[in-house]
């Protein structure tokens, strides 16, 4: 019998990862714009809160001081007509004052009693001022975390 050489079997190359096949450049396309996207929001989202971040510094400083209650009274009202004028973007606000500047207060913080309003209003210009209760200024402080603009 005559008998036929049997050679090895000859295998394929393996497969080449590179390069890859148009649906992973798809994918890598993909994440990097969502990477992008998700960096560049974060990053708006941190520059356009600043104002916050600096008002919640400048309250913790004047709850922090041992003041006069007049001078805490009005360096509050000052920082409180600066927040809301640059929320509503109404310089006007800055100016209000007496019944006026109370109704712009309770309107954007509901949570103040009529005693910090009044001392938050035209409460300096008496005889003897009321300071602003631990509690109005917690309602502050939670009013100045929660807005936004």
Not at 58 to 82: A, G, R, W, Y
Not at 131 to 140: C, G, M, N, P, T
Request: proline content about 4%; hydrophobic content about 40%; overall charge neutral.
């Amino acid at each position: 019998m005559n008998e036929l050489p049997i050679h090895d079997i000859i295998t394929q190359p393996a497969i080449s990862w590179w390069p890859p096949s148009i649906g992973w450049w798809v994918l890598a396309a993909l994440l990097i714009t969502l990477i992008f996207v998700t960096v560049r929001f974060i990053y708006v989202r941190h520059r356009n809160n600043q104002w916050k971040r600096v008002a919640l510094a400048k309250f913790e400083t004047l709850k922090s001081q041992e003041s006069q209650t007049v001078q805490l009274n009005q360096d509050i009202q000052i920082l409180l007509k600066q927040v809301i004028s640059y929320v509503e973007k109404d310089s006007s606000i800055k100016s209000r004052h007496g019944a006026e500047w109370e109704n712009c207060l309770s309107s954007h913080i509901p949570l103040l009693d009529q005693a910090a309003l009044d001392a938050l209003g035209d409460g300096n210009y008496r005889a003897s001022p009321n300071r602003i209760d631990e509690q109005a200024l917690e309602d502050i402080e939670r009013w100045l975390r929660k807005i936004r603009c």
